[in-house]
């Protein structure tokens, strides 16, 4: 499906560091070859969002862009030569995405793809160098982690987008494609937890809770959340934490949790 580019859908555009958010008007071209042009339905923010809004590493700012990263959406345009969507399919896009064939994609590292992996300097598409959201006038906006989804419509490389179950829930869906991946990711391949193992995860914002359910799905016998907001402490259980630790009033140090008895 080949579909013109468009004027007239809203996106929340940033001009420069800690600047606000603008909601403006722009263009979406068309998909190129190997592209893929999606709705955005829901997406959330994450803190490397704001670490980019706030522009912290200069090497890496530019701007007007369109950041966000977490969503799920809806294929709306396919450019020639993606065969594996098509208009309607339910979707995330990933930032982090895969070509298929560098030394990387062919063997099990294919989080380090030679063109996909994840780079915070890159603004533009692969495909030719160009930028997809342009303002009325034609200025360019450039784009954010292979994704950009705060926006209406987005225009992504056809191996950052991986089609779902349409039957997912679509609001929590748009977690997959950082904050779960991330902390699951965490618990199975970075800490490689086994079955019996006991786990120790400092901080329970949404990667935390993400590393429990993946210490939990592999087996761990005790999880250890510690946290000095204990508010977060009822969601770490639901999440398969057996026992909790607030630093700020702590008696012991967290080895004896995990190796004796005891625990709160």
């Known amino acids: 499906m080949f579909l ?51 522009g912290e590493n200069e090497a890496q700012r530019a701007y ?61 598409m692969e495909n030719d160098g160009k930028c997809r959201f342009s303002t009325k006038d034609g200025e360019p906006i450039f784009h954010f982690l292979n994704t950009s989804t705060f926006t209406e419509y987005s225009v992504l490389d056809s191996a950052c987008v991986v089609k779902i179950d349409p039957n997912s829930p679509l609001k929590k869906t748009s977690l997959l494609s950082c904050g779960v991946s991330t902390g699951v990711g965490a618990a199975w391949n970075a800490a490689n937890v086994q079955a019996g193992s006991s786990v120790a995860i400092f901080g329970l914002g949404a990667l935390g809770l993400a590393a429990s359910e993946g210490a939990r799905a592999r087996g761990a016998s005790k999880i250890i959340g510690g946290d000095i907001n204990p508010g977060k402490f009822d969601k770490g259980k639901e999440m398969g934490m057996t026992h909790f630790v607030n630093p700020k009033d702590i008696s012991k140090p967290v080895h004896q949790i995990s190796i004796g008895k005891g625990g709160k």
């Not at 958010?21 to 997406?43: C, G, H, N, Q, S």
């Not at 294929?75 to 208009?87: H, P, R």
Request: net charge positive; with cysteine.
């Open 4 to 54: 013109s580019g468009f004027y007239g859908h809203q996106a929340a555009v940033v001009r420069g560091p800690k600047q606000p958010f603008l909601m403006e008007t722009i263009r979406v071209d068309p998909p190129k070859k190997m592209e893929v042009r999606i709705k955005i339905l829901y997406t959330s923010i994450c803190h490397t969002d704001l670490r980019a809004w706030k």
């Open 64 to 124: 007007p862009r369109i950041l966000g990263h977490e969503a799920v959406g809806l294929v709306e345009s396919v450019g020639e030569g993606v065969t594996d969507l098509k208009a309607g399919d339910h979707v995330i896009p990933i930032f982090n995405g895969e070509c298929g064939h560098c030394p990387y994609c062919t063997t099990k590292t294919t989080n380090l793809c030679q063109t996909y992996r994840v780079n915070p300097f890159k603004s533009v």
